[in-house]
């Protein structure tokens, strides 16, 4: 699978420079210059997308600095003809947020200046006020590294003699080509070059880091190391599970549902036998293999996309136990290290058909009770583990070639019979195996020293990844066998026991699979997930948007929830509402007095994420107009909204709009109050969006006559138009994952 697009890391000394040829841009007509942007920091100076500066300051000297600025994170333009100071802006304050792309794009249209930022057209300037010729370019940083800031820079793009924008747009969906006139293109690839055809001479300074994980056009998904690719202008379906297998006693499978539900025991297929190893490859299926029964065993046992072991392969290579397997290269597996006796630090690669190669040479500490997982996108690492004398903490990246590094000193505890999983989309996590311990693995293999876990310390367990970015330790050993499994959540967080089913067992393998096959767009090869056609909200008319799931809005702490939607309407948390991190995170209100200020928005559409508590009064307030709430968006005594709709209430005159999980036109309950559909109630995580005349909201909650909400809010969304009822829907769709509906 190639990963279509590449961003690199810069700022501060480091930075991009491309030589002084006036051929690359001739600003005396029509010319685009844009790329994408992403601050990680502002620091003190902000960041600079790019910089022209002739570095004399003359009369005849030309500049411009596009700058993401600290402090109150402005983001302006300015340049000038001559002198120190510019002569003109054509941004400024502008809101923008660190982690966040936006596309920029700076062009000349006839006798204009113009300035677009994820296609939304800002002030112009007349082209008189500039006319650069031979001016450095510098990508990433100031000329003089003036400012300090960090940030991605992907996909950077010149076109000399063409105005590409003239009118609003909708910002590019895939990585940017080069198309007529470009004469420059570059952090779009591995290396930084230019990849126009003209091979400009491009130069760097200071470090700078190429990234193919923090990139504006995908997301990756990872199923227990096999990698998944969902680009976000492609319809995409399909189911990610995973599957425990084999393990001492017994010969059962136990599949893995997309919420971490295990189901009953199938009954086992081909060779009993434990302390063997499993991977995914192929993009969506897995293969169980070697281990030890009556005899040391390298046979395999591949797994189809929707679940079903098959028999025996004769097995390839050297037949040993305790050994380990993970993902990497997006679609081929490995395994490696393990004992029949002797102990070793051999290999055997897994094709994406499934088909197992012999013996490659081993690298590092020969060892067994290993676990290993596939991390950042496409590698894979194996760790810990015991060499015959003692139990180590070593590590050893697996390159996306399959090449086995040499040990890694180790972090943590050393131990073995423990397991390890991919979460969060690229990371890694090793767990149990000594106590309840982890040790989470960062994107670039770098693995953290202890944390404490939850639930049961056990050896001997398996793990996987599940649904897109989560992952399970299941089954293991403390003085009996167990069959308890305890879910992760796509930030590492363990979770306590939940109760086990099927066999206890342990020295098992486990691995994740997909429900759905590989599609061929354009000649790459793009992986069917469980994820939504489109990827975002609706950003048009969004006033307010509060999100505790994202670390840009709420970081956990503190009393500010930063609105998201660049209006600066950023809410604070009044008598103490807490934080809860699970299912991403939510606000959690007590029911007596708390509540969430902001300034005064008109909205006439609310969407909201969120889960009630037992005990919510009459006509609580997930979001409030007035101190008396008359206006909200208001529950009745059941926990669910009129089916009237109350003169007083949101969505009156607008009943059959509101959705509620997916679902509009719902019918009464007899009670006075809306049904909610498949069974569910407002007490479990739901989704309201209704619409309604414009009102001026100001809280979440309101403190009047003891009508307080009660229970977690997780997102809140208001725009000021009646948004449409597939865009509900498409609201609710690009978030159930994170909530398993």
Same mark, same amino acid.
Request: glycine share 14%; aromatic share 12%; proline share 2%.
């Given at each position: 699978? =190639? ?13 991009? &420079? ?79 947020? $660190? ?24 002030? $112009? ?69 230019? *990849? ?10 200071? $470090? ?31 189911? &990610? ?90 679609? /081929? ?45 496409? /590698? ?89 970015? /989560? ?85 956990? $702490? ?37 509540? =969430? ?98 009102? *001026?909201?100001?809280? =979440? ?8 909400? /009660? ?18 829907? &498409? ?11």
């Amino acid at each position: 699978m =190639i990963l279509p697009t590449n961003s690199v890391l810069t700022g501060g000394s480091n930075k991009i &420079q491309v030589a002084n040829n006036s051929a690359y841009c001739n600003f005396a007509g029509d010319f685009t210059i844009e790329g994408w942007v992403y601050v990680t920091d502002f620091k003190t100076r902000g960041f600079t997308f790019f910089n022209y500066w002739d570095g004399n300051g003359s009369a005849s000297g030309a500049r411009c600095a596009f700058n993401f600025n600290s402090g109150t994170n402005n983001l302006n333009f300015n340049g000038g003809q001559g002198g120190v100071n510019p002569t003109w802006t054509l941004i400024n304050s502008i809101t923008v947020s $660190t982690n966040t792309w936006y596309h920029v794009a700076f062009l000349r249209y006839g006798s204009t200046f113009y300035i677009y930022i994820n296609g939304v057209q800002y002030n $112009t300037a007349p082209t008189a006020t500039w006319a650069p010729t031979y001016t450095p370019l510098v990508i990433g940083a100031y000329y003089d590294g003036y400012t300090d800031g960090t940030g991605y820079v992907s996909n950077f793009r010149v076109v000399n003699g063409t105005a590409v924008y003239t009118s609003a747009f909708t910002p590019p969906t895939a990585p940017l080509t080069a198309i007529a006139n470009t004469s420059l293109l570059t952090c779009n690839s591995a290396t930084i070059v230019d *990849n126009s055809g003209n091979n400009y001479s491009i130069t760097t300074s200071g $470090t700078l880091n190429v990234s193919s994980v923090v990139v504006p056009f995908t997301a990756r998904n990872i199923s227990s190391g096999v990698r998944f690719l969902n680009r976000s202008n492609v319809p995409l379906t399909g189911t &990610q599970k995973a599957i425990f297998g084999y393990g001492y006693p017994g010969n059962v499978t136990n599949l893995v549902s997309n919420t971490g539900v295990v189901a009953n025991d199938t009954v086992g297929v081909g060779t009993w036998r434990a302390e063997l190893a499993a991977a995914s490859y192929g993009t969506d299926k897995a293969i169980f293999g070697y281990g030890a029964g009556v005899n040391y065993y390298s046979l395999t046992n591949l797994v189809s996309n929707t679940g079903v072991v098959a028999n025996d392969t004769a097995g390839v290579g050297t037949a040993r136990q305790s050994l380990a397997a993970a993902a990497y290269g997006n679609d /081929k597996a490995i395994f490696g290290y393990g004992h029949d006796g002797a102990y070793y630090s051999i290999t055997n690669k897994v094709s994406n058909t499934g088909v197992v190669s012999t013996n490659t040479t081993g690298i590092g500490t020969t060892r067994r009770y290993i676990a290993a997982s596939g991390y950042g996108i496409d /590698k894979a690492i194996f760790g810990y583990g015991n060499n015959g004398t003692v139990d180590v903490s070593m590590t050893n990246l697996v390159s996306n070639t399959g090449v086995v590094a040499t040990d890694t000193a180790g972090v943590g505890t050393a131990r073995g019979a423990l397991g390890a999983a991919c979460y969060g989309v690229d990371k890694a996590i090793f767990g149990y195996g000594s106590g309840t311990i982890i040790n989470l693995v960062s994107n670039t293999g770098v693995v953290a020293t202890d944390t404490a876990g939850a639930g049961t310390g056990r050896g001997g367990v398996a793990a996987a990844s599940y649904n897109i970015d /989560k992952a399970i330790f299941g089954y293991g050993y403390t003085t009996t066998f167990v069959s308890m499994t305890n879910l992760v959540s796509n930030t590492g967080v363990v979770a306590t026991d939940t109760t086990g089913v099927g066999t206890a067992r342990y020295l098992l393998a486990a691995a994740g699979y997909s429900t759905s096959a590989p599609v061929i767009i354009n000649t790459m090869q793009v992986k069917k997930v469980f994820a939504d056609p489109v990827t975002s909200i609706v950003t048009s008319g969004l006033v307010l948007y509060l999100d505790a799931g994202n670390a840009s809005s709420y970081s956990g $702490t503190g009393t500010t929830w930063t609105d998201l939607s660049g209006n600066g309407n950023n809410g604070t948390l009044i008598n103490g509402p807490t934080f809860n991190s699970a299912n991403g995170g939510s606000i959690v209100f007590d029911g007596s007095n708390d509540y =969430i200020q902001f300034s005064t928005v008109s909205a006439q559409t609310v969407c909201f994420w969120g889960r009630m508590d037992t005990g919510i009064p009459q006509n609580a307030a997930l979001v409030a107009t007035s101190a008396t709430g008359d206006g909200s968006l208001r529950t009745n005594p059941v926990g669910t909204f009129r089916d009237s709709g109350d003169s007083n209430d949101f969505h009156n005159g607008y009943v059959s709009s509101l959705m509620i999980n997916g679902v509009s036109n719902l019918s009464s309950n007899g009670a006075g109050g809306l049904t909610i559909p498949d069974g569910r109630t407002l007490f479990q995580d739901f989704y309201v969006g209704a619409i309604g005349y414009a009102r *001026n909201i100001s809280t =979440i909650s309101h403190i009047f006559d003891g009508r307080a909400y /009660k229970g977690r809010v997780y997102a809140v969304y208001l725009y000021n138009r009646q948004l449409t009822n597939a865009e509900l829907l &498409q609201n609710y769709n690009v978030t159930k994952a994170r909530f398993g509906l």
